[in-house]
């Protein structure tokens, strides 16, 4: 299994950004999906999560904000960070597992490589 992102980058405060990944080497189409992140200097944090039977999942600092989305037919994850806030500023992992949603980073199989958002005040 491999886990390519895109997406992020710099934008001010206020601004938006839209990280996608795409999962290849699956044929199961339904399993756990989610989206972390890790300041510097800072534990790995889940950001949003996502499955067919669980729903949809976030963290209390990004509700209202963010959207995660997945296209199932093409194996693409999306996040929708819109009101981007100085502290969203991180490293953000796209992560997938076939057992099932899990809150905590170390439960999730295939990562992808991470992808830098930064936010400027």
């Known amino acids: 299994v491999k886990v390519v992102q895109s997406g992020g980058g710099q934008v001010q405060a206020g601004g938006s950004l839209k990280l996608s990944c795409t999962t290849f080497?699956?044929?199961?189409?339904?399993?756990?999906m989610g989206w972390f992140r890790q300041a510097p200097g800072k534990e790995r944090e889940r950001v949003a999560t996502?499955?067919?039977?669980?729903?949809?999942t976030y963290a209390d600092s990004v509700k209202g904000r963010f959207t995660i989305s997945k296209d199932y037919a093409n194996h693409t994850l999306y996040l929708l960070m819109n009101s981007l806030e100085p502290e969203d500023t991180a490293m953000y992992y796209c992560a997938g597992d076939f057992r099932g949603i899990s809150h905590c980073p170390d439960d999730y199989n295939f990562w992808g490589q991470g992808t830098q958002v930064t936010v400027s005040s």
């Open positions: 996502i499955q067919t039977n669980i729903g949809t």
């Open positions: 080497g699956v044929t199961y189409v339904d399993y756990a």
